[in-house]
C-alpha cells in the first residue's frame, strides 16, 4: 500500500516591518524561528519543506537549511502571492499527496499538531483539513494535491482563507490540543510573549483536556485522569510542606496525562511520546515512569514520585489505600504488581514521615 507524502510551505518573504528585525531570524528556544518550523515539519514526518523567501533575500537564504528555498519576487503584493509561489514550486514534484502551509510568525506549531492532520489525511479525496483548539482553526491547513492546485489557480480578489472556508463539504476540523499555532509574533512584544510560551515546562489544564481529546481518549479513563490530578495536587502540597521541591504545573499535566494512550500496548511509552511530540519533555518523563517508577525516584521524592503515588491511590474515580489494592491483586499479577505497590507505600512514607 502506498504511504501518503506531505510538502511543507513556510511563508517568509515579508517585511517584518513592525517588528524591526527579520521574523524569520529571531531566536525561539535555540534556533531561529524559521529553523524552528523546518524542524517541526521534518519532525512530524514531512517529506519536503519549501521555504519562501522575499524581502532580505540575501540574508535569509543562507539560514534555510534542509529545505529548499523560493523567491517570491512579488512579496509586496500580498501573502498570496507567497502562497501561490510556494505551491506553484511544489506541484513542479510528483511525489506528494497533501501540503500544508503557515506564515513564519507561527514559528510554534508542534510537530504533533502536524502528526494529527496527516493521520486525518485520506488519499483520494479533496479536502482542507485545518488543526482546531477548543473549536477555533488554525495554522497549518493540510491541502489535497488537487486542492492545492485550485488555490494555486485562483484568480481574482480572494485570499487563501476566504478560498479555502468556502470549499464545503471537503473541509474538516481536527483537535490538536495545543493553542501555541496561534501565537503570532508581529510585534518586539508578542516575540517576547512566544519566548515564554516556548519555554513552559507544562501544558495548561485546557491543552491537557484538548488532548485527551485530539488522542480519542475514552471517557472513562479521562475520569481517571482527572481523578488522579485533584489527588496528585493534595499530595504535592504535603510534599512541598515536608520540605521537597516540586513543580506542581509538571505534577498536574503528567496526572492529567499519565493514560492519554491507555488503549496503546505500551500505553506509558506511547503517552511519553505525545508530550515529547508536544515539546514538554519533562512532562513526557513522568508519563514514562508512571506504571513502574525507577527505584532513585522512590528514594528521591520529585514530580513522577508525586505522580506514581496518586496514581496508585485512585482506583477508577474513588480514593484507596495502596494496601486494599495489593489485597484485591488476583494470584497471576501478585508478584509484579505487589512489588510496584510497595513501591508507592515507600513514596508515602518519605512525604507523610
Request: charged share 30%; net charge negative; glycine share 6%.
Amino acid at each position: 500500500m502506498k504511504k501518503n507524502r506531505f510538502v511543507g510551505i513556510i511563508l517568509a518573504a515579508g517585511l517584518s516591518s513592525r517588528m524591526g528585525n527579520p521574523k524569520p531570524l529571531l531566536q525561539l528556544g535555540g534556533k531561529p524561528a524559521i529553523i524552528k518550523l523546518i524542524d517541526s515539519f521534518y519532525d512530524a514526518g514531512v517529506s519536503k519543506v519549501f521555504a519562501v523567501t522575499g524581502h532580505n533575500r540575501e540574508m535569509m537564504e543562507p539560514f534555510i537549511r534542509n529545505a529548499e528555498a523560493v523567491y517570491n519576487p512579488d512579496y509586496n503584493d500580498g501573502m498570496i502571492t507567497s502562497i501561490k509561489s510556494g505551491l506553484s514550486a511544489a506541484l513542479k514534484y510528483d511525489d506528494w499527496d497533501g501540503a500544508l502551509f503557515t506564515p513564519v510568525d507561527h514559528a510554534l506549531i508542534r510537530p504533533y499538531t502536524i502528526k494529527l492532520l496527516i493521520n486525518e489525511f485520506q488519499p483520494g479525496m479533496e479536502s482542507v483539513i485545518f488543526p482546531a483548539f477548543n473549536g477555533r482553526r488554525g495554522h497549518p491547513p493540510l491541502l489535497s494535491r488537487g486542492m492545492a492546485g485550485k488555490l494555486c489557480d485562483m484568480d481574482g480578489p480572494w485570499g487563501a482563507k476566504r478560498f479555502l472556508f468556502s470549499q464545503g463539504d471537503a473541509i474538516r476540523d481536527v483537535e490538536v490540543g495545543s493553542d501555541d499555532m496561534f501565537a503570532d509574533m508581529d510585534t518586539p512584544e508578542d516575540y517576547e510573549t512566544m519566548k515564554r510560551l516556548c519555554a513552559r515546562e507544562a501544558p495548561t489544564a485546557l491543552e491537557c483536556e484538548c488532548m485527551l481529546r485530539a488522542e480519542r481518549t475514552p471517557e472513562k479513563v479521562v475520569k481517571h485522569c482527572r481523578a488522579v490530578a485533584e489527588k496528585a495536587l493534595i499530595i504535592v502540597d504535603d510534599a512541598i510542606c515536608a520540605g521537597y521541591k516540586i513543580d506542581k504545573s509538571i505534577v498536574f499535566a503528567a496526572a492529567m496525562l499519565h493514560d492519554i494512550c491507555r488503549t496503546d500496548q505500551d500505553h506509558a511509552r506511547a503517552g511519553a511520546a505525545v508530550l515529547d511530540e508536544n515539546g514538554f519533555p519533562l512532562v513526557a518523563d513522568v508519563i514514562a515512569d508512571h506504571m513502574d517508577i525507577p527505584d532513585h525516584k522512590v528514594e528521591n521524592i520529585e514530580e513522577a514520585s508525586i505522580v506514581y503515588l496518586a496514581d496508585k491511590m485512585t482506583d477508577g474515580v474513588a480514593d484507596c489505600t495502596i494496601e486494599a489494592r495489593i489485597s484485591a491483586l488476583p494470584p497471576d499479577k501478585r508478584e509484579f504488581g505487589e512489588a510496584r505497590l510497595k513501591k508507592a507505600i515507600k513514596i508515602r512514607d518519605r512525604i507523610y514521615k
